[in-house]
């Protein structure tokens, strides 16, 4: 009887050694991600992840792209997260210049188009794409049997005069996006030419003398002024060219055709990557690459369209059926390069207020 006690007592002490210390030797490590508002993931994506991982996941919100940039440098001495994800292409230059990341260069990097990978030290991974494309609202162009603009050009023709509403670039990334298309495609003009260029201001000079409407944000514009979506008289919008499936997607009655659409000729939209990088001084670098493979990964990449109406740049992942039926990708969007944007924004931004609000 003593023996067999003592035999119980054996396996209940290798038990415990083997459950108790091993668990807490086993909580999971707590990864801080810093992202914009605009971040979203099924849970079921995410808690899966943290499961296998053993990695849980805590996202600090934190405003538009710029307010979190701005946040990231001025905390870089003590950073508030382990991940940064939501910085574009518009801001890359700037966070790049604050020391903000280490490199890493994913396994998964393979599977990416070299036109998104924007920083040869992989110093940030990118993991989505947009692009800002003028919207349109086809029951107001069907029902006055008005052509679509097919250029920038067309815009100040009188039979577009007072259909269009954008952003201010001052407080709106996709404005701030729009205006970039208008300098690709228009240029800055060159002092020292004896004949002046037609300039992007020239052009937007040319757009409030026919009658554009300025708003703030792109809720205001969208749902404000957009006649498609709203008590709206605006038929032409600065929005996404991933919009339309949103339109159908969360229509209330199901749809046979997006009621919106994207004009997406040459050089008439502006192309956003998001980039994620971990940031300097993290204590948990092994947690915060796993992660960046994470959102590399299939799961995330196939999550991310129909949670934040953005492009995988992941070319083996696989488009939601409703995505691919009514989102557009421009063959030429408007290019200019992350160093020039750095350099020139805020000049561009006061230029373009100088014209168009006062």
Not at 78 to 105: K, W
Not at 228 to 247: I, N
């Amino acid at each position: 009887m003593r023996r067999k006690y003592v035999w119980w007592v054996c396996i209940l002490l290798v038990a415990f050694a083997a459950t108790g210390p091993l668990n807490a030797l086993q909580q999971p490590v707590e990864l801080t991600l810093i992202t914009h508002d605009s971040f979203s993931v099924s849970e079921e994506v995410l808690s899966s992840f943290e499961q296998e991982a053993g990695i849980r996941v805590r996202i600090l919100r934190a405003g538009d792209t710029g307010t979190m940039i701005n946040q990231a440098i001025l905390s870089r001495n003590n950073p508030l997260a382990d991940v940064l994800y939501g910085l574009d292409n518009t801001f890359l230059t700037r966070a790049l210049d604050a020391d903000l990341f280490v490199p890493y260069e994913s396994p998964l990097l393979k599977d990416v188009a070299e036109e998104f990978i924007l920083d040869s030290q992989h110093r940030v991974t990118p993991i989505d794409y947009g692009d800002v494309c003028l919207n349109y609202d086809k029951a107001y162009f069907a029902e006055h049997d008005l052509l679509l603009p097919a250029s920038f050009e067309d815009l100040t023709k009188p039979e577009y005069r007072g259909l269009l509403v954008v952003e201010n670039p001052a407080t709106s990334s996709p404005g701030l996006a729009f205006l970039l298309a208008t300098i690709g495609y228009f240029g800055t003009g060159n002092e020292e030419e004896e004949i002046q260029p037609y300039t992007y201001l020239d052009f937007w000079a040319d757009l409030v003398a026919n009658d554009v409407l300025v708003v703030d944000s792109w809720s205001d514009a969208y749902y404000g002024e957009f006649s498609a979506t709203g008590d709206g008289t605006r038929p032409l919008v600065v929005s996404y060219a991933s919009s339309p499936p949103a339109e159908v997607y969360f229509a209330e009655e199901e749809l046979e055709d997006a009621p919106t659409g994207s004009i997406t000729a040459s050089g008439m939209c502006f192309r956003q990557i998001e980039f994620a990088g971990i940031l300097a001084g993290t204590q948990r670098i092994e947690a915060a690459q796993r992660f960046i493979d994470f959102l590399l990964s299939r799961p995330f990449q196939e999550d991310m369209p129909l949670q934040m109406f953005v492009f995988p740049v992941n070319r083996e992942a696989e488009l939601p059926e409703v995505f691919a039926r009514y989102a557009a990708i421009p063959e030429e969007p408007a290019y200019l390069d992350s160093e020039t944007i750095a350099a020139y924004r805020e000049e561009w931004i006061e230029a373009w207020t100088s014209v168009v609000l006062r």
